[in-house]
């Protein structure tokens, strides 16, 4: 109990970091151009410079038919280890095992890595779809993601080239896990809860980082800063709003702030997984898993994402589940609360849709200050007001553009 | 993870339940009559009921001189067991050991149980003082109670038969640990915390019990109903208000409450690791340590019962300590809130002394419903009313007499 160390990485005494640096990088990078070249996905690019920056300690490279099955249908790789989500990587054509190939990032031509072809494999993506998502509709995102993806799965160890523009992009944010574990060991730190956001934070977030808080050394804000759907709050306006809260209404020295380079899959339970999994990797002794975590639409009940970690083999995942339940703020209670914490009806309760949220927001409308916290609506309402603003010039050029049809 | 079953008692697979039953304890009461007698004092009486219904797993009697040295000195009885507070029988002279001895209340001359005497000895009580308490200053509640134990400490296993008034007088309330699992268990709960009660819940009780119940399965809400240092709330009143605080803000489902029939040692960090020692017996995980856990007056750092958690060594103790920090209203929060998640000056907490709190009480003045519930309030200040009617009585029967020694 006295013990300071942290928690070991997933499946591995140490992170397994497959960025190359210096003198390495350099004579790599010159063998990448003669390299036949391949192009990755957003999504691909970030699982990428997660294995290079040890995020996804124990994996080496992309995966194997054997891994990616057993992924799938029972969430193990070939050899035992857990793992919730297929980390592959697909092409038009099959590449000869052996094949050594320059992996480049397809939204900036950057080359990204190199890759040592073991096995190329071609997979029923509904079967994928249907064990990680538990849907192959195409509606759902992360399902889309799958099913577009090429019709060979290529499989090879990984050597890493660049953690693209995110350093740069995202200076203050990104962070690597050798980072945030020395940040944890510095402070002394020995359990800390990992809070995954890919929203604003408002007071239901907040209550929920300030529980993990008290009962833990403290807190690391992870957030996503690779793609989401379109219409969600993009990374930088997210950032400034939560900087904002942090600033006004948290102790600084009980937060770490990170910043992950994933695409969001959506995959309800299974990602909520790969949140512990990575989170072990940055560090992070706990993971909070609230209400729909990592959900979209209608696809997962509330509460699949903490179901799929009290279902999980023993010895599965070092990395605990902070589970906490449906928050709101409760009039009668005078405060924020749950449902495991308040016995009072709906009635005496402030919920706000998402839907009645951005109406207001983007019209101008009152948010009570125990929805949100005034400085983070200020926040929000600038950027919704850029974006009428951008709506106002497109509708105002495309009145012009018909008037002059009219003519 | 996926277990349901509860933790075990301390140091054994099952509660050691040394109280007799049925015919087993007809006869050993017939033998008690014959048997010479010692007189209990409360605290000893206390701790034998204790072992009767197992809350002092797995102690088969009163500590013998090994027993005691090694818990005042390292917290360790001669087998290596985790204990930190010597339970110990005190009388004026030694008994020959095999002698067995009729132990009768001294509070109600009720025959208690039966002992066969293993050893008599003669401590050095202040060093047990300075050991368990940390100071020998006769000031101290607890330390007087050691001080004027009798000169010899009699060993030896003991019997059980009576739990005396307790499941009579807090009958609802007073709870066996066989009890309490029960209940855990019909609930499915694996993860418990316990809240140690001997003071009326007041919006920080009821913040840290919430904490708890945010993080566990559920909360038992534990309270002592032994006996106090005068001036302390009496346990009927405080288990008053707590059924109201519950009732009221508390969803039901989510608490069970108890009560045990221990005297307060105030000894601040070592009786908070006996608190989780028993609390474990009675089937909980967690055992919350807030801020100066079972002190008394300025004996004890703020977080010195934390600290002793932290100190503990590798398996002593299964039950896992919940610390929390000090916790208040902060207006600039608008929520309760505590030194670890609130970042504004004190000008903007509401702290409350306990002077104040009293004076408001029984002079009526207001206290904030930041601070407690306004249920809460009318029955303490109920409580304080008859005190003062006690009090007038009391004054207007001396002013009589000065009147009549007058005439």
Redesign the interface.
């Known amino acids: ?3 300071s160390k942290l928690i070991n990485p997933h499946g591995s005494e140490s992170l397994k970091i497959l960025l190359l640096e210096g003198n390495e990088k350099a004579e790599e990078l010159k063998k990448a151009e003669t390299l036949p070249k391949l192009n990755l996905s957003s999504r691909e690019t970030g699982d990428l410079i997660m294995m290079g920056i040890g995020g996804f300690t124990p994996l080496e490279g992309f995966m194997s038919h054997d891994d990616w099955k057993g992924v799938c249908s029972e969430m193990k790789m070939k050899d035992g280890l857990f793992w919730p989500i297929p980390i592959t990587l697909s092409h038009n054509e099959k590449i000869n095992p052996g094949t050594e190939l320059c992996l480049v990032s397809g939204d900036t031509n950057e080359f990204m890595g190199t890759m040592k072809v073991s096995e190329s494999y071609q997979i029923d993506k509904k079967f994928e779809c249907k064990n990680v998502f538990t849907t192959d509709d195409m509606e759902h995102p992360g399902v889309k993601m799958v099913m577009e993806q090429k019709d060979w799965n290529i499989a090879g160890t990984v050597k890493v080239l660049s953690e693209s523009y995110f350093p740069e992009e995202f200076k203050g944010i990104y962070q690597r896990p050798s980072e945030s574990r020395k940040i944890f060991e510095e402070k002394g730190w020995r359990t800390i809860a990992a809070l995954q956001l890919r929203n604003p934070m408002h007071r239901s977030h907040e209550y929920l980082a ?2 993990a ?3 833990s050394d403290g807190l690391y804000i992870h957030q996503l800063v690779g793609k989401l759907k379109p219409g969600d709050i993009p990374a930088d306006v997210r950032v400034n709003c939560i900087n904002t809260l942090v600033e ?5 020295e ?1 937060v770490v702030m990170g910043g992950y380079p994933l695409d969001m899959r959506y995959a309800g339970p299974r990602e909520g997984l790969l949140h512990g999994v990575f989170r072990q990797n940055f560090g992070c002794s706990h993971m909070i898993i609230g209400r729909d975590h990592a959900g979209v639409g209608d696809y997962y009940g509330p509460f699949d994402a903490q179901d799929s ?6 010895g ?1 995942l070092e990395c605990q589940m ?4 449906w928050t709101f703020w409760c009039y009668k ?11 009072h009806p709906k009635e005496d309760r402030l919920f706000l849709s998402g839907t009645a949220l951005r109406k207001a927001l983007s019209e101008g409308g009152d948010i009570p ?2 929805f949100s916290r005034p400085e983070v609506l200020t926040v929000l309402k600038d950027y919704y007001a850029t974006l009428k603003e951008k709506v106002e010039v497109k509708m105002h050029g495309h009145a012009t553009g018909d008037a002059e049809v009219k003519k």
Chains 1, 2 share one sequence.
């Not at 902070?322 to 339940?325: E, N, R, S």
């Not at 209670?333 to 016995?343: D, F, L, Q, R």
């Open positions: 109990m006295a013990e300030k529980i808080i008290e009962v006004n209404y948290f102790l600084k009980k970690y009290y279902k999980l083999w023993d599965a902070l589970p906490i339940d209670c005078g405060g924020m609360a749950s449902m495991k914490t308040c016995p200050a125990e």
